[in-house]
Each structure stands twice: as C-alpha cells, then as structure tokens.
C-alpha cells in the first residue's frame, strides 16, 4: 500500500558522529543504492553529496547530485516518481549509502522502467 502523498515524509534521524563516518570520493560524492522496501528490488544507483545526504535526511525523501548537470535534484520532482525514505543506512566502510524506500508513480527508471536495473549480461535464464 502506497502512503498517502499528501502527507511529508518524515525526516530520518541521524546522530552527527553517522553523517561524520560518510567517506566522499574525491569528488566530494557517496554512491547512493536505493531499494524498494516491499519487495526488497534494487531500483537504482546515483550520487550524493553532503548537501544531497542532508536534504534527503530532513525530507524523508531521496535526494541527489546529478554529475552532468552538477546541481541537486529531488527524485520525482518532474516525474511525480518520489521516493519516500524508510530507512537509511551507511556501509562498514562509510563509502556506500543505502536507502529503503516507497516508490511512487510509475517507477525509478529514467526510461520508464519500475527499476533502472531492468537488462541482464547473457541470456536470460542462462547459466551464471
């Protein structure tokens, strides 16, 4: 069941010692996994920064840094595909975001897929 979307999420609380274990690249960005939380699907890949991380965490809603455009975008802000933070969390190595998320609209992907991950390498149903 999709959450209402006229209601904000509510912002992820982090303590200031989690943001200070984030490791940027030398670009200054962190990649950012975002999955689907009803189906544990992986959706997509992008890009943060500090200020994506902050933003994402005070919205509850994913937020990022485009590399190409080199400026923040919030996920859905033209689509209406919003994501709506359920978790979040930092890998061992503090190099690596995840975030579990609602999806909205008709799905993460750029193309109009559910997830970005939609080809495989090989054939399909094939060995390895």
């Known amino acids: 069941m999709s959450p209402d979307s006229t209601v904000p999420p509510p912002p992820v609380e982090a303590a200031a010692e989690q943001i200070a274990a984030v490791r940027y690249d030398d670009a200054g960005l962190v990649p950012a996994i975002v999955q689907e939380a009803s189906t544990g699907q992986v959706l997509m890949m992008a890009w ?3 200020e994506a ?3 994402t965490l005070r919205e509850g ?3 990022f840094w485009s ?4 400026e923040i975008w919030r996920k859905g802000e033209t689509s209406g595909a919003v994501q709506r933070v359920r978790e979040a ?3 061992c190595d503090g190099d690596t975001l995840l975030f579990v998320v609602d999806q909205e609209g008709e799905g993460a992907c750029h193309t109009g897929a559910f997830s970005c991950f939609f080809r495989s390498f090989g054939a399909p149903g094939g060995p390895g």
Request: charged content about 30%; aromatic content about 12%.
């Open 53 to 55: 991380l902050s933003l």
């Open 61 to 63: 809603r994913t937020v």
């Open 89 to 91: 969390y930092y890998d």
């Open 48 to 50: 943060m920064n500090a």
């Open 67 to 70: 590399r190409s455009r080199r």
